[in-house]
């Protein structure tokens, strides 16, 4: 039996690509190991979105290669953004590679397979119009209880900075019955946690049904049976409206979470990014939200260092930092993509500048988050148990409705003893630290 390693890099949307490849490879009876010694073929699922993740993609690609020269290894497959993006060039520069997957081709992984037990090098890349659905069977990677749903694929939004419309292609939705079928499926198999995901979630529907639908879907999603917790991953601001602030307020399984990343806080650079609120739509828009939804935790994202941000732009973007007090902030450095408007601007921002403004406002953020965990002493939590510390006994740790799986903090709960992954226990916190929370369990 043929044996194949997998690397996942990346987003969970690419993390979705790698499982319903894995269901294709078993569907071939390709059996999979962790182990990549143990491999005849090793594929690695890339994210090529700035230049930290290339960097990080090469570097695994490089490193997957020595099991070539080690023995057991047959050969090497790219898949994802990287291969997407730069095609026939990357398969010239990586000799180690004998096959690129795009990621409009990952439902040909076979051909790709194929090509290595043959000793051929082959680059299949195809119409970005792929979506998958609820018969292909895909093999979760995350943990039993929890899973992620991608609603829709590609992007449409044209932010001047982002090359994923042209590695993802338009953006295209799943439609709601599909989704709903998988959620039930997965339901079945003991997930109770559902993260939906797509590269903007808030649009979902607008190109099938003709206006956002994600509301109409999350009214179908909460009537699943054990589905215990729905959340909200990577919100564009724009087509948040209030049917579905209402309704995530007033429907218990979906969390009190929005992950709305927001880029910026200043109007011209907003304007220079492409995006499409300025900064009174978005704060109008965060009020409502926090309005409406009390305990509400936002995550969102900032990039410092765009083409022509001054101090003074920049300095607005502190102060909305510290006026807005979000609960999770992610800070990334811009990074000057070829092919995209914004790299071509002239204003390009040092290095230098970019890592001191990232430092600058990764600190503030520490500031806030830990003024924020403190407040959360004695209040009361129902966390979802992930494990148990191997450092301390009677420790287990776990997640509430306010952290996302992969990338918040986690909730320590003291007198755990026995409980089990997927165990959902009630807490009271009784100490934050910048990141996480140490609970008690009640
Ligand atoms: S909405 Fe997100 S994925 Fe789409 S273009 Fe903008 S940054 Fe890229």
């Known amino acids: 039996m043929l044996t194949?390693?997998?690397?996942?890099?990346?987003?969970?949307?690419?993390?979705?690509d790698t499982e319903i490849m894995l269901g294709i490879l078993a569907d071939n009876n390709i059996h999979i190991t962790d182990n990549p010694q143990d491999?005849?073929?090793?594929?690695?699922?890339?994210c090529g979105f700035i230049d930290a993740a290339k960097e990080e993609s090469i570097s695994t690609i490089m490193q997957m290669a020595e099991y070539?020269?080690?023995?057991k290894c047959r050969g090497v497959i790219v898949a994802?953004?990287?291969?997407q993006r730069y095609q026939q060039e990357l398969l010239d520069e990586l000799p180690e590679v004998a096959a690129i997957v795009g990621t409009g081709a990952w439902h040909r992984i076979m051909e790709a397979v194929n090509a290595v037990l043959y000793n051929e090098r082959v680059l299949l890349i195809g119409e970005m119009d792929t979506l998958y659905d609820e018969n292909m069977r895909r093999i979760t990677t995350t943990p039993t209880y929890s899973a992620y749903v991608k609603v829709a694929e590609g992007c449409s939004n044209c932010c001047s900075y982002c090359v994923i419309p042209m590695v993802r292609g338009k953006y295209r939705?799943?439609?709601?019955?599909?989704?709903v079928a998988e959620v039930k499926k997965l339901a079945e198999r003991g997930v109770?946690?559902?993260?939906?995901?797509?590269?903007?979630?808030?649009?979902?529907?607008?190109?099938?049904?003709?206006?956002?639908?994600?509301?109409?879907?999350?009214?179908?999603l909460v009537k699943i049976e054990g589905i215990v917790w729905i959340r909200l991953l990577y919100c564009y601001p724009k087509y948040f409206n209030e049917e579905l602030i209402e309704f995530i307020a007033s429907e218990p399984k979906i969390c009190n979470y929005i992950d709305m990343p927001l880029q910026h806080a200043d109007d011209e650079i907003l304007l220079a990014m492409n995006r499409r609120d300025t900064r009174s739509d978005i704060e109008g828009l965060l009020k409502k939200i926090r309005t409406a939804i009390p305990g509400v935790v936002i995550r969102t994202s900032f990039i410092v260092g765009f083409p022509g941000e001054t101090?003074?732009?920049?300095?607005?973007?502190?102060?909305?930092?510290?006026?807005q007090k979000f609960e999770r902030v992610g800070i990334f450095t811009y990074s000057q993509?070829?092919?995209?408007?914004?790299?071509?601007?002239?204003?390009?921002?040092?290095a230098s500048v970019k890592e001191e403004r990232y430092h600058e406002l990764m600190s503030l953020q520490c500031r806030v988050s830990e003024e924020l965990n403190h407040d959360m002493e004695g209040k009361a939590l129902t966390v979802l148990i992930e494990g148990q510390s191997k450092e301390q006994p009677g420790v287990a740790f776990g997640r509430s409705y306010r952290e996302a799986p992969d990338v918040d903090g986690c909730i320590y709960v003291e007198n755990a003893e026995g409980l089990l992954p997927g165990d959902i226990v009630q807490t009271e916190v009784v100490q934050g630290f910048t990141y996480d929370l140490l609970a008690e369990r009640k």
């Open 192 to 220: 109770k946690e559902i993260n939906l995901i797509a590269q903007d979630t808030t649009s979902y529907g607008r190109d099938q049904y003709g206006e956002p639908q994600l509301t109409a879907l999350l009214k179908e």
């Open 337 to 350: 993509e070829e092919d995209t408007p914004a790299g071509s601007m002239e204003d390009q921002v040092p």
């Open 173 to 179: 939705s799943r439609s709601i019955e599909s989704i």
């Open 4 to 16: 194949a390693g997998f690397v996942s890099l990346g987003c969970a949307k690419n993390l979705v």
């Open 68 to 71: 070539k020269k080690e023995g």
């Open 39 to 46: 491999a005849d073929i090793l594929i690695i699922n890339t």
């Open 311 to 323: 101090d003074k732009h920049f300095e607005s973007l502190k102060n909305f930092l510290l006026e």
């Open 80 to 83: 994802g953004c990287l291969g």
